[in-house]
């Protein structure tokens, strides 16, 4: 296998609870251990997955990789640079995407494009902004304002402007959360486009058919630590992914805090 284009050894991150959060979760600890330790490479070329339950730390997990947040403890390489020291080089060869990304309502999709290209540096390149236009059927609407575009339309000029800069690293925190089938066959076929054009993507998902259908390797979390790493051929063999899921969250030791 060639160079791994993301390395992430032994990430650690906690939260502070409130009381209230405490009370909430039913817990005298008053630190959440969101992710324990956590070990994992994606390469160029491959759609890694990290497949885990409500609360298991993908987020979290994605959201280190992107340098959004720092890890307490282990270390995220962009492209065999330290994200903590290099923040800026890993901004520009990565691209974190996310159904959560909140578009300013006033804007349209012409200056968005325009305005996320100048945030990197770049002049705006016309042949791939109209490509991604195109493929998205955001050309028809490249005037319109955010407030009056379709949750579905949002989601992908989100996805178009998270890639305004082509980057080598993309990380997609659920990519189809929210979309209709066509939309989400939108993203997921654009998805595999961009790992055959050599890109290292690292999404993250807890939709079981998602993950086996377009994923190489898979990483279950279980309570921050990750409890499999395979490729999806060893990983399921000749059973469903679901049921080697179960079978493994159900052997995962109780997390101790
Ligand atoms: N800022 C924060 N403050 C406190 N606790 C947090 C914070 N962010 C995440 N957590 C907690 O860390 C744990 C992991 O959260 P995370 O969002 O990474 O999970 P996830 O695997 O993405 O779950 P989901 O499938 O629901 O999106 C959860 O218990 C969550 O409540
Ligand atoms: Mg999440």
Do not use: W
């Not at 939709?207 to 979390?221: N, P, Q, V």
Request: proline letters at 3%.
């Amino acid at each position: 296998m060639n160079q791994a284009a993301v390395v992430c050894k032994d990430l650690e991150k906690s939260f502070r609870l409130s009381k209230k959060q405490q009370k909430i979760e039913k817990t005298p600890d008053r630190v959440k251990r969101a992710v324990r330790g956590l070990s994992f490479e994606a390469y160029p070329g491959e759609i890694f997955g990290l497949l885990g339950s409500n609360g298991a730390g993908k987020t979290t997990t994605l959201r280190m990789i992107a340098t959004l947040i720092k890890p307490d403890g282990g270390s995220v390489e962009i492209l065999g640079k330290d994200a903590v020291a290099f923040p800026d080089f890993a901004r520009s060869n990565l691209g974190f995407l996310t159904s959560e990304l909140k578009l300013e309502d006033y804007f349209t999709p012409n200056y968005l494009y325009r305005y996320f290209s100048e945030l990197h540096g770049l002049d705006e390149n016309a042949d791939r902004k109209r490509m991604l236009f195109e493929k998205f059927g955001i050309d028809k609407f490249a005037e319109v304002r955010v407030a009056d575009l379709s949750t579905g339309m949002k989601q992908k000029l989100s996805l178009v402007i998270s890639l305004v800069h082509d980057p080598a690293v993309i990380v997609f925190d659920e990519p189809t959360n929210g979309l209709d089938v066509i939309t989400a066959k939108a993203v997921t076929d654009y998805l595999g486009e961009l790992k055959n054009e050599g890109k290292a993507i690292i999404i993250s998902t807890h939709i079981f058919s998602l993950a086996e259908k377009l994923c190489d390797r898979i990483g279950i979390i279980v309570d921050g630590r990750m409890a499999a790493l395979s490729d999806k051929q060893t990983l399921v063999g000749d059973r469903s992914l679901e049921d080697v899921f179960f079978d493994i969250y159900s052997m995962a030791a109780p997390a101790e805090t």
